[in-house]
């Protein structure tokens, strides 16, 4: 495989960020995922964290180098992480289970595959154009697929951040699986939280990414979305893909798969945690306090990964 990857999570005005974004490869297979914790509900980075280390650790165990059944692969991933989410809140007793939306992409040769849960997206870009893009589990979806409103009131829309399907809710999610497509040289995977394209149309996404180096303009469009947020600004995340060689730029940023060895994995994921006390203050998790939590959720993950 040869791809060039970019990813950013940024907090926006929030003092907290409750996204996660990871990505892990073998010489064969890529997966790349992304977590926006439910900030209405406890812990929401706890349930992004857990979704993001469960479909790490699942790879890493089935892709040896590749996964039999892509989609049934993440499939029973959020199926798992949702049921992690349910055992930790027992766990600990607490009054709600962390929530999360999901979105995970898998590519093996050469066909993306991918299902969601909420309103992370995922875009296919080719020659500018979308091929390929989720649909969000939200009111205001079912508003736009009823005509009541137009796909351009969905990011400004009051009720945009009422879900209808996420990991750890108190029903069973609800999972979107994308068909099967092959991608060619110069596609563009998008996936992002509703941070980002609340503020970025699928257009603009578009014209940021898919003519230029995404490692330059990547950075630069992720800066400007923050911007436009201002001091309402979510939480925005992304990890961006160009498939295949880098055609336009001289830097060496294309990565190579067909070093890799068997069972050898190349993984990016975010460490950081917070800790929401009674009264509702939020700070960062000292070292010790991130390995404590960490070595927590790992039990969790342990019990749900087979």
Known sequence: MRFTIFQESRKGSRKVNQ??????????????????????HAGGEIAAQIAARLFIERFQQEAKPVLKSPLK??????LRAHAALGSYANQFSMLETPRTTCVACVVQAGHAYWAHVGDSRLYLYRQGGIIGQTKDHSK???????????????AMH????????????????????????????GDVIVMCSD????????????TWLTSTPILKTAPQMMAEAEKRGGSEG????????????????DEPSTT???????????????RTLTLTDRKGAQ????????????????????????
């Open 256 to 270: 190579i798969t067909e070093t890799l060895g068997l069972g050898q994995f190349e993984t990016q994921i975010d």
């Open 19 to 40: 996204d996660r974004i990871a990505y892990t490869y073998s010489r064969d297979t890529l997966l790349l995922v992304v977590a926006d914790g439910m900030g209405g």
């Open 158 to 185: 009051p009720d945009r951040n009422k879900i209808f399907s996420c990991l750890g809710g108190l029903v069973d999610p609800v999972i979107d699986l994308g068909k099967r497509t092959p991608l060619r040289n």
């Open 73 to 78: 692969f993440l499939q029973d991933s959020m």
């Open 140 to 154: 205001v979806q079912y508003l736009v697929d009823q005509g009541i409103i137009g796909a351009d009131e969905v």
């Open 195 to 206: 941070g980002l394209w609340s503020v970025l149309s699928k257009e603009e996404m578009s």
């Open 283 to 306: 700070r960062d998790l000292s070292d010790d306090e991130i390995e404590h939590a960490i070595a927590e959720i790992q039990a969790t993950i342990q019990r749900y990964r087979r």
């Open 234 to 249: 979510d939480n925005l995340s992304a990890i961006v893909v160009r498939w295949g060689p880098e055609t336009l730029t």
